[in-house]
């Protein structure tokens, strides 16, 4: 798939979370391996020196191109982003305040501290019965386009999660090594990473609710969803 297209499911946006963690890897890998060659000779037999092509990148060494690819499907398959989510509480927090409050107040359920307490413990449940049932990828009930258009705003939130994510991993090895300048220069990007996440989880919030106001369209969804909250 085109990396720069919008992805139209979960898996597409995997896919491109994956290729971008990946040439981020590069750079980071053939960072530290310049600055840090004495530790790079240690990781790779002399026929990895052997230069490739790769993503329309030229004469890029098989050991960098064999380490990016194997974090970055490490990344992929432990689903990276969502590991630094849990930690953070990044989606739960959105889940709840961009999603679920909102749609428990569009069906007249108040949300107090104790309901808030519920939500949290169940919310991958309640979230699959009041919003990914209507705004699943595979089968929506509400307009694909602001489903893909959060899909792609959700994936280059990611993106610069996984990236910061990488480049805190390769500062590390930076500073062990004594490259602080450098080091420094990856700590910058690492924060203007982290404001770039800032403003496109904003985007995904406004998305979030355009979202939740065509679910309220629909008054047999607001009787379901207003039913799933009293459950609780």
């Given at each position: 798939m085109n990396p720069f297209s919008q992805p139209k499911n979960y898996d597409e946006m995997l896919t491109k979370i994956m290729i971008f963690t990946f040439v981020m890897c590069l750079i980071f890998v053939a960072l530290v391996a310049h600055i840090w060659p004495a530790l790079w000779n240690l990781l790779h037999p002399d026929w990895l020196t052997l230069k490739v092509d790769v993503l329309g990148l030229k004469d890029i060494p098989a050991a960098y191109i064999i380490v990016a690819a194997i974090i970055s499907l490490a990344a992929r398959v432990s689903k990276l982003h969502d590991r630094v989510s849990d930690v953070f509480g990044?989606?739960?927090?959105?889940?709840?305040?961009e999603i679920l409050t909102p749609l428990a107040g569009g069906v007249g359920?108040?949300?107090?501290?104790a309901r808030r307490e519920k939500l949290i413990a169940?919310?991958?449940?309640?979230?699959g019965d009041v919003f990914y049932k209507y705004a699943s990828s595979t089968n929506p009930e509400i307009d694909t386009h602001l489903i893909w258009s959060a899909l792609d705003k959700w994936s280059w939130f990611w993106i610069c999660i996984e990236g910061t994510t990488v480049a805190l991993i390769a500062d590390v090895a930076l500073v062990l090594r004594h490259s602080f300048q450098i080091g420094a220069y990856v700590g910058i990007a690492m924060f203007v990473g982290t404001l770039v996440a800032t403003q496109v989880n904003r985007a995904c919030s406004s998305l979030a609710h355009s979202e939740v106001r065509e679910i309220l369209k629909d008054p047999k969804r607001c009787a379901d969803i207003k039913l799933a909250f009293d459950a609780l």
């Open positions: 990044i989606r739960q927090r959105f889940d709840i305040s359920v108040p949300v107090d501290l169940n919310r991958r449940a309640i979230m």
